[in-house]
């Protein structure tokens, strides 16, 4: 399996649902071995193994979605903060303008 793929399935709810590539990669290993598994020792084997790493693997792709919203979430909020400096270095450049432009002996803010 590629790195790349995406791979889609269907929760306890029915509805479908894109799954990242590490867990999709983790899936596709585990899936192999639980087929070895099957082939050397029967079907009881994994039986009662099957669901809980299904939920483990349902766990985990839950935490990549929320890390990934926050890796978005950090990239929108670092815009906000490069925006705000900006602003405020701008704001502060004025100000200091304005400052020395009152200072100025015998000239006035505004000219005509």
């Given at each position: 399996m590629e790195l790349d793929e995406v791979v889609l399935y269907h929760d306890d709810s029915g509805s479908s649902a894109v799954m990242s590539e590490r867990v999709s990669g983790l899936a596709s290993s585990i899936?192999?071995?639980f087929e070895r598994l099957i082939e050397r020792h029967g079907e009881e084997v994994v039986k009662e193994l099957m669901p809980l790493v299904v939920a483990v693997?349902?766990?985990l792709e839950a935490?990549?979605?929320v890390s990934q919203e926050r890796e978005v979430e950090l990239e929108l909020l670092k815009e906000d903060?490069?925006?705000l400096v900006t602003q405020y270095?701008?704001?502060k450049a004025l100000r200091r303008h304005a400052e020395e432009v009152s200072r100025?002996?015998?000239t006035s803010p505004v000219d005509d």
């Open positions: 899936y192999r071995e693997l349902e766990s935490a990549c979605g903060n490069e925006q270095e701008r704001e100025s002996p015998g």
